[in-house]
C-alpha cells in the first residue's frame, strides 16, 4: 500500500517573538530578537539574567483564572497556539474533533516550574500543605491531555520528550500515523516554559549558556566566532496535520506537504554530538531518503544553529558531509538567533519558520552574525532575510540525550 | 462565629484562591455541578478551609458534603 500524503492545513503559535503566527512571522522576516533581560523572577544571584520570554500573555485573562489555576505556563501557552491552529484550518471549536483526530506534542522538562513550586511548599509547610495539583501540572503529558480535553481530541496521544528534539519527533510521528492511516488529521506540536531560577543555575553550571549579560538581544549569534552559548526561551507551536485526502474534502487551504522524517540516536554522550554531527548526518540522510528527494533538491534549512560552540561547528561539518559542494550553495539560517532556544517547543517552531518561507518565499535571517568562525564557512543568510523562492526546506533539531531529528516540507 | 460569617469567608476563599465567579458561590450552590469543583479541587478547597479557620477536616467528614451550604454548616459545627 501507498503511503498516503500528509499537509500542513493550520498554524498557531506563542513565542519571544509574538502571540500569533503573523506578528512571529513580521518580526522573523524583520530580523527581531525576542531576547531580553527576564522580567518574571529576581535574577540577581544568576549567572545569566536574560532569556526569550511570551510577552503580554496573562493566562487567568486568556482562559479565567479557575481553569488557570490548574495548569502550568507551559500548558497555558499550548492551549493559546492550540486554539489558534485549530482556527487557521477552519475546524469548528464548538465541535468534538473526536477519535480521527490523534495529538502528539512534544516538551524538553514539562512543568518544571510546577515541581519546583511544590518541593518549595513541601521544604516550607510540609506533605500536607503540597498543592493537589501539583501532578497534574509537571507531569510531561500535562498539555497534550489538557489540550486534549479542551477541544474533544479523542484518537491517539503521545507525549515525547527528547529535549530539544521533541517537538521535532512530535512533528514526525504525527507524520507517520496520518501516513499509515492510524487517523485522518493529527495536532501536533510542542511547548515549553522551563525558565526558572534553578534550570538557569543548571544549565549555566554546564556552560551551555551565554552569559551576554549586557546585551541580550546581541547574545544569541549562531554560527558567530564569538558565540558563547544558547539562550532559554520559552513557547507553543502547534500544526494541524492530515491527509491530503481529508484536506481537500474539508476544502483546507495547504501550507505545504510533510515529505520527510528522519530520527537517529548519536547513542555517543548525554550533552555532547557525536563527532561530525555524525547522528546528525545519519537524520537528514534519513529524512531525505524518506522524501524521496536527493540533497541536491533542498533549497532553505532551518539549522539547529543554537549558539553553542560545538553545535554549529558540528551541525555545519554535518551539513557538509550530506549536501557535499551543494553545502556552499543551500541557505541556511538560525531562527533561535531571535527567538533563543525554544527546547520542547523548538521543533514545532522551527517546522512553522520552514513552512511559512515555502510559503512567502521568504527566509528568515540568521541574526548578530557578524564575524563567522572559520569552521563555520556556509551560507547562514546573516542578518537580513533574502527572497528565495523554496520547494524543498529541512528543518534540524538535536537534543541533549542525542537526539537527532530532522524533517523535510514541501510546496507541493 | 455565625454562620453567615463563616459562608463570607468560603465565598471569599472561593473567590480569591479559586477563581470563581461570586455571584455563582451561594449556599446552595453545589460544588461539583455548580461552581465545576472536581475531585481535584475538593482537596485545594479543604485546603484552604483548613488554613483559614484552623482546623483539621477528615476525609470522612466530607462524604455528605455536596454544596456550599454543608461546607458552612461542617465548618461551622467544628469551630
Known amino acids: 500500500?501507498?503511503?498516503?500524503?500528509?499537509?500542513?492545513?493550520?498554524?498557531?503559535?506563542?513565542?519571544?517573538?509574538?502571540?500569533?503566527?503573523?506578528?512571529?512571522?513580521?518580526?522573523?522576516?524583520?530580523?527581531?530578537?525576542?531576547?531580553?533581560?527576564?522580567?518574571?523572577?529576581?535574577?540577581?544571584?544568576?549567572?545569566?539574567?536574560?532569556?526569550?520570554?511570551?510577552?503580554?500573555?496573562?493566562?487567568?485573562?486568556?482562559?479565567?483564572?479557575?481553569?488557570?489555576r490548574k495548569l502550568d505556563r507551559s500548558g497555558h501557552l499550548s492551549i493559546h497556539a492550540t486554539e489558534e491552529a485549530l482556527k487557521d484550518a477552519g475546524l469548528d471549536l464548538e465541535e468534538r474533533l473526536g477519535s480521527n483526530v490523534g495529538i502528539v506534542f512534544g516538551t524538553g522538562i514539562g512543568g518544571i516550574a510546577a515541581t519546583e513550586n511544590a518541593v518549595r511548599?513541601?521544604?516550607?509547610?510540609?506533605?500536607?500543605?503540597?498543592?493537589?495539583?501539583?501532578i497534574t501540572q509537571l507531569m510531561p503529558?500535562?498539555?497534550?491531555?489538557?489540550?486534549?480535553?479542551?477541544?474533544?481530541?479523542?484518537?491517539?496521544?503521545?507525549?515525547?520528550?527528547?529535549?530539544?528534539?521533541?517537538?521535532?519527533?512530535?512533528?514526525?510521528?504525527?507524520?507517520?500515523?496520518?501516513?499509515?492511516?492510524?487517523?485522518?488529521?493529527?495536532?501536533?506540536?510542542?511547548?515549553?516554559?522551563?525558565?526558572?531560577?534553578?534550570?538557569?543555575?543548571?544549565?549555566?553550571?554546564?556552560?551551555?549558556?551565554?552569559?551576554?549579560?549586557?546585551?541580550?538581544?546581541?547574545?544569541?549569534?549562531?554560527?558567530?566566532?564569538?558565540?558563547?552559548?544558547?539562550?532559554?526561551?520559552?513557547?507553543?507551536?502547534?500544526?494541524?496535520?492530515?491527509?491530503?485526502?481529508?484536506?481537500?474534502?474539508?476544502?483546507?487551504?495547504?501550507?505545504?506537504?510533510?515529505?520527510?522524517?528522519?530520527?537517529?540516536?548519536?547513542?555517543?554522550?548525554?550533552?555532547?554530538?557525536?563527532?561530525?554531527?555524525?547522528?546528525?548526518?545519519k537524520a537528514m540522510e534519513k529524512a531525505i531518503e524518506d522524501a524521496e528527494i536527493h540533497s541536491s533538491d533542498i533549497d532553505y534549512i532551518n539549522a539547529?544553529?543554537?549558539?553553542?560552540?560545538?553545535?554549529?561547528?558540528?551541525?555545519?561539518?554535518?551539513?557538509?558531509?550530506v549536501l557535499g559542494e551543494k553545502a556552499y550553495e543551500v541557505v541556511i539560517s538560525s531562527t533561535k538567533s531571535m527567538t533563543g532556544h525554544l527546547l520542547g517547543g523548538g521543533g514545532a517552531f522551527e517546522s512553522m519558520a520552514s513552512i511559512l518561507s515555502i510559503k512567502h518565499s521568504k527566509v528568515p535571517p540568521t541574526i548578530n552574525l557578524n564575524d563567522p568562525d572559520e569552521e563555520c564557512d556556509l551560507n547562514y543568510t546573516p542578518n537580513n532575510a533574502v527572497d528565495l523562492s523554496i520547494n524543498t526546506a529541512m528543518s534540524n533539531s538535536f537534543g541533549f540525550g542525542g537526539h537527532n531529528a530532522v524533517l523535510v516540507f514541501k510546496k507541493s | 462565629m455565625e454562620v453567615n460569617e463563616v459562608f463570607e469567608k468560603v465565598k471569599n476563599l472561593f473567590v480569591e484562591e479559586l477563581g470563581l465567579d461570586a455571584?455563582?458561590?451561594?449556599?446552595?450552590?453545589?460544588?461539583?455541578?455548580?461552581?465545576?469543583?472536581?475531585?481535584?479541587?475538593?482537596?485545594?478547597?479543604?485546603?484552604?478551609?483548613?488554613?483559614?479557620f484552623g482546623i483539621e477536616i477528615d476525609d470522612e467528614e466530607l462524604t455528605d458534603v455536596a454544596t456550599v451550604g454543608q461546607a458552612v454548616n461542617l465548618l461551622h459545627s467544628k469551630l
Open chain 1, 1 to 68: 500500500m501507498s503511503k498516503r500524503r500528509v499537509v500542513v492545513t493550520g498554524l498557531g503559535s506563542i513565542n519571544p517573538l509574538g502571540n500569533n503566527v503573523q506578528d512571529t512571522w513580521d518580526n522573523l522576516v524583520n530580523g527581531v530578537s525576542g531576547i531580553d533581560h527576564i522580567t518574571s523572577f529576581d535574577t540577581s544571584e544568576l549567572p545569566v539574567t536574560f532569556a526569550g520570554e511570551v510577552k503580554n500573555f496573562d493566562a487567568n485573562e486568556y482562559m479565567g483564572k479557575q481553569h488557570a
Open chain 1, 121 to 134: 511548599t513541601y521544604d516550607e509547610k510540609g506533605p500536607t500543605r503540597v498543592n493537589p495539583l501539583a
Open chain 1, 141 to 281: 503529558n500535562s498539555s497534550t491531555g489538557q489540550v486534549a480535553i479542551k477541544f474533544g481530541i479523542e484518537g491517539p496521544s503521545l507525549t515525547i520528550t527528547t529535549a530539544c528534539a521533541a517537538s521535532a519527533n512530535a512533528v514526525g510521528e504525527a507524520k507517520n500515523m496520518i501516513e499509515n492511516g492510524i487517523v485522518d488529521m493529527v495536532v501536533t506540536g510542542g511547548t515549553e516554559s522551563g525558565t526558572t531560577p534553578m534550570t538557569i543555575a543548571a544549565f549555566a553550571q554546564i556552560r551551555a549558556l551565554s552569559t551576554k549579560n549586557d546585551s541580550p538581544k546581541e547574545a544569541c549569534k549562531p554560527f558567530d566566532k564569538d558565540r558563547d552559548g544558547f539562550v532559554m526561551g520559552e513557547g507553543s507551536t502547534v500544526l494541524v496535520m492530515e491527509s491530503e485526502e481529508s484536506a481537500n474534502k474539508r476544502g483546507a487551504e495547504i501550507y505545504a506537504y510533510v515529505t520527510g522524517y528522519g530520527a537517529t540516536t548519536d547513542a555517543y554522550h548525554i550533552t555532547a554530538p557525536a563527532e561530525g554531527g555524525a547522528g546528525a548526518v
Open chain 1, 304 to 321: 539547529h544553529g543554537t549558539s553553542t560552540p560545538a553545535n554549529d561547528k558540528n551541525e555545519t561539518e554535518a551539513i557538509k558531509t
Open chain 2, 23 to 52: 455571584d455563582k458561590v451561594t449556599m446552595d450552590a453545589k460544588l461539583e455541578e455548580d461552581l465545576e469543583i472536581d475531585s481535584l479541587g475538593i482537596v485545594e478547597v479543604v485546603m484552604a478551609f483548613e488554613d483559614e
